[in-house]
Structures are given as structure tokens and as C-alpha cells.
């Protein structure tokens, strides 16, 4: 059984921090998610999710709602489920999605929640269909820039 990550900016192929996943990538493929991507300005990109209507609000979330168009260009990675909580938590780490839970038992298995950084890990769904992890800022920065994709910034 596999499990699968959506990576839109450093952890794409090809990027910086993509040898953080490739170990535990078993394939990958183009897709997109419905949302806006942000250059931070700080060598990375940042994503927020559009919510369905009726949706759950962000638990944490100290900005305002995820916008409700556009869509985020990237690469849906599968991951054996035997490596996912591994992987995980190694992404944790890199994205700086502190659960406010730590006492849950494997990443893995952590529900989406209140987190203490500034990013969240969350579920979402490519408009293949195929549900994913993915990480998603709880504040937009306001010296951020909307941006179509992420390919030719400098990367940190």
C-alpha cells in the first residue's frame, strides 16, 4: 500500500530538497491542487489551500480562510506505507509543522491540528483526484508574493 505526499517547492524533483524524499519515493507524477503558492521570499515557496464550502477553518489558523481560486502546480510523491511515518516526521521537522500533540503516537497517524510553528501538515486533494499530504502556512506573510509555480527562484 502506498501513501502520498504533494511537494510544490524545495521537495519537488529536482530541488533542493528533494533527497529528502527520493529514498522513500516509489514514483512520481505532475498535479495540481486547487489553492495559491507564495514566494516567501526566503528560498522557499508557501502554499494555501483552498477549503471546499462548509469546510472545517483551519484549527490554529491566525490568519484569514484559504483563498478560493487558483491552483498549485507540483508533484504528487508515493511513498511505501511501511516509510511514511519516517518520512513524515523528517518533513515535520524540515517544514517546521510542530503538532501542539507531540504525544501522538507516529506522525503518521497525527490528525491534521493545532501546530506551534507557522506551517501545518494537512490532507489535500489533486484534482486527479488523489488524496495527499502536504504543508501549508497558518499566516501569509505580507512582503509575500503570489506566484504561479516555483522553478527558477533561489532556493535556501
Known amino acids: 500500500m502506498l501513501a502520498t505526499v504533494f511537494a510544490y517547492g524545495t521537495?519537488?524533483?529536482g530541488h533542493l530538497r528533494w533527497g529528502l524524499i527520493a529514498p522513500f519515493a516509489v514514483s512520481n507524477r505532475p498535479a495540481r491542487v486547487d489553492g495559491h503558492l507564495y514566494d516567501t521570499r526566503r528560498g522557499w515557496p508557501a502554499a494555501r489551500f483552498?477549503?471546499?464550502l462548509g469546510a472545517e477553518p483551519?484549527?490554529?489558523d491566525r490568519d484569514h480562510p484559504s483563498p478560493t481560486a487558483g491552483t498549485?502546480?507540483?508533484w504528487l510523491v508515493d511513498v511505501a506505507s511501511d516509510s511514511v511515518a519516517t518520512l513524515l516526521a523528517q518533513l515535520d521537522e524540515v517544514e517546521g509543522a510542530v503538532l501542539a500533540d507531540s504525544d501522538a503516537p507516529t506522525?503518521?497517524?497525527?490528525?491534521?491540528?493545532?501546530?506551534t510553528g507557522d506551517y501545518r501538515r494537512t490532507r489535500v486533494r489533486a484534482q486527479d483526484g488523489t488524496e495527499a499530504w502536504a504543508y501549508e502556512a497558518l499566516v501569509v506573510g505580507s512582503d509575500w508574493v503570489l506566484v504561479d509555480h516555483w522553478s527558477t527562484q533561489a532556493e535556501n
Open 58 to 60: 483551519i484549527v490554529g
Open 11 to 13: 521537495l519537488m524533483p
Open 50 to 52: 483552498t477549503r471546499p
Open 107 to 115: 506522525p503518521a497517524l497525527r490528525p491534521p491540528g493545532l501546530v
Open 72 to 74: 498549485i502546480p507540483g
